[in-house]
């Protein structure tokens, strides 16, 4: 408790017990104290508790701590749900938790360390019948072009590469949570998405 909130509680006790209006009160508050007065509506709450009797210029004990959603059970729920589907959004965690979207924001972010990142398709990681099936399709142009030696002169070239593979509908849907100490992975942001 600040020693500037009490001296001003002492002076709104002050002026109740001299009979002065709220309007009067905060006028004396603002004077004495300036730019650090309390607002007009902290003051009249103020002089409307002095005057209906109290008399303790102290802030009343609270019961215990503020009510939180950040236990340890809410975290463990989390994990599990994040480790299940890592392309939820806060929003979609939150729902399903019936949690705050903060709350899960700072789980995740805060206590489980993790961030969004965009997936990206890497070759290495292919099955096997993803490269049983390029190695297929390379010989057959192989084949193709040893059968027709003409059959590059009509092949329009660029300098993109095409490969196979899944393409979510924007890159925001392709985002997924990881822990922060996972290197190697860019990093995109999506303002539009949590």
């Known amino acids: 408790?600040?020693?500037?909130?009490?001296?001003?509680?002492?002076a709104?006790?002050?002026?109740?017990k001299h009979g002065d209006s709220d309007t009067t009160t905060h006028g004396k508050l603002q004077q004495a104290f300036g730019d650090d007065a309390m607002s007009r509506v902290q003051a009249f709450r103020w002089q409307k508790m002095f005057s209906e009797g109290?008399?303790?210029?102290?802030?009343?004990?609270?019961?215990?701590?503020?009510?939180?959603?950040q236990t340890s059970d809410n975290t463990a729920r989390v994990r599990e749900l994040v480790r299940s589907d890592r392309r939820l959004t806060v929003n979609m965690t939150a729902d399903k938790v019936n949690m705050?979207?903060?709350?899960?924001?700072?789980?995740?972010?805060?206590?489980l360390g993790m961030r969004k990142i965009s997936v990206m398709m890497?070759?290495?990681?292919?099955?096997?019948?993803?490269?049983?099936?390029?190695?297929?399709?390379?010989?057959?142009?192989?084949?193709?072009?040893?059968?027709?030696?003409?059959?590059?002169?009509?092949?329009?070239?660029?300098?993109?590469s095409w490969f196979f593979q899944y393409d979510p509908k924007t890159k925001c849907q392709s985002?997924?949570?990881v822990r922060r100490d996972n290197q190697g992975q860019r990093k995109h942001a999506c303002p539009s998405q949590n």
């Open 54 to 69: 109290r008399t303790i210029v102290e802030d009343e004990q609270r019961s215990g701590r503020p009510s939180t959603t």
């Open 1 to 10: 408790m600040e020693a500037r909130n009490i001296a001003q509680w002492c």
């Open 100 to 111: 705050n979207q903060e709350a899960v924001r700072r789980i995740l972010t805060e206590e």
């Open 12 to 16: 709104i006790f002050f002026c109740v």
């Open 175 to 177: 985002l997924e949570w």
């Open 122 to 160: 890497v070759p290495r990681n292919l099955t096997e019948q993803q490269r049983d099936a390029r190695v297929s399709v390379c010989a057959e142009l192989l084949e193709q072009v040893e059968a027709d030696p003409e059959l590059m002169e009509r092949v329009i070239t660029g300098d993109e």
